[in-house]
Structure formats: C-alpha cells, structure tokens
C-alpha cells in the first residue's frame, strides 16, 4: 500500500520560502510507471496544480508558480520536496502531494496534506 505524507512548517512568514517534504512509503519514487505531482488548495478555493517530478527527476511546473517554485527529490530517502519563494498571504494553502499514473494521467494516491499559513 502506497502511502504518502507531507510535512513541514505550519507557519511562513511573509517574503520567506515556503519548504515542504513528502515522504513515500510502500514504492519507490523511480518507478517509470509514476510521476509525483504538488497541488494546493487555498482556503474557500479549489484545487491549484504546482508541479511534477517525473520518474527520472524531470520537472514540469505550472506557469502560475513557475517563477517561485522548485520540486526536487531525495531517491535515497524517497522523499520529495517543495519551494516556494517570497511568499505571500495569497500562498495559504493546505498542499498535496500525489502519485500520478503516467499512462492515463490520472491520480491515484494523495498524502493528507498539510495546513501551511503565511503570516506575520
């Protein structure tokens, strides 16, 4: 059973970096059938796509975070990792990390998420 948790700080304060981790559980992350994707949810809003980290570490980002965002991974840990830089209150959000099935694109397996706040 694949299971995935996303952890980090709970509160950013205003212009620093936001830096979240998913750890993968029960397959590993270089599998070539799977890509692992970032999604939030701003509160009140729907789901906002990030990013994706494919199977051999390439990266695609969404446009709207293009910028600020940086997805990375840790084979030796199976973990995956978010940035965002220069936050601002707008990035409130709980974030998801989720395996993608690469043939079908669709999702299968989503961590819990985790509240992230920016505040002062």
């Known amino acids: 059973q694949v299971q995935l948790q996303e952890s980090g700080p709970g509160l950013v304060k205003p212009s620093q970096t936001l830096s979240l981790t998913c750890t993968v559980s029960?397959?590993?992350?270089?599998?070539?059938?799977?890509?692992w994707a970032w999604i939030r949810q701003p509160p009140g809003k729907g789901l906002e796509w990030m990013g994706v980290?494919?199977?051999?570490?390439?990266?695609f980002y969404s446009p709207s975070f293009k910028s600020r965002t940086s997805i990375s991974r840790d084979t030796s840990k199976n973990q995956l990792s978010l940035q965002v830089t220069s936050v601002t209150p707008d990035d409130t959000a709980v974030y998801y990390c989720s395996r993608v099935q690469r043939v079908g694109h669709y999702y299968d397996y989503w961590g819990q998420g985790t509240q992230v706040t920016v505040s002062s």
């Open positions: 029960g397959g590993s992350i270089t599998i070539s059938a799977y890509a």
């Open positions: 980290i494919g199977y051999d570490g390439t990266t």
